[in-house]
Nanobody, 124 residues
């Protein structure tokens, strides 16, 4: 079992920045690909970014490419999502997820563990 706890969400004005963190505990000795997803009110959950176990390869949704950066520190069992140039349409609950894979994936069904989510609200 792996437990994931997100933090760093909040209220920010458009154009601002936030950094989300996700700390993993439990069976973290096994390599996991990590991802961030988000869900806005009335919308389906959507993929945001993913990173492979080694951290050298990342993948982003088109809507956030160039603005968001995913990274990880395996020594701290932590994955980050740096969000810059935020837009009101980025408002959502952001979820961290872990997949028992070494390579990244954007498919939510591939992820085995999920955090509880952290709210990000971007005002215009």
């Amino acid at each position: 079992q792996v437990q994931l706890v997100e933090s760093g969400g909040g209220l920010v004005q458009a154009g601002g920045s936030l950094r989300l963190s996700c700390v993993a505990s439990g069976r973290t000795s096994t390599g996991y690909a990590m991802g961030w997803f988000r869900q806005a009110p009335g919308k389906e959950r959507e993929f945001v970014a993913a990173i492979q176990w080694g951290g050298s390869t990342t993948y982003y949704a088109h809507s956030v490419r160039g603005r968001f950066t995913i990274s990880r520190d395996n020594a701290k069992n932590t994955v980050y999502l740096q969000m810059n140039s935020l837009k009101p349409e980025d408002t959502a609950v952001y979820y961290c997820a872990a997949a028992a894979l070494t390579y990244y994936t954007s498919n939510a069904d591939d992820y085995n563990y999920w955090g509880q989510g952290t709210q990000v609200t971007v005002s215009s």
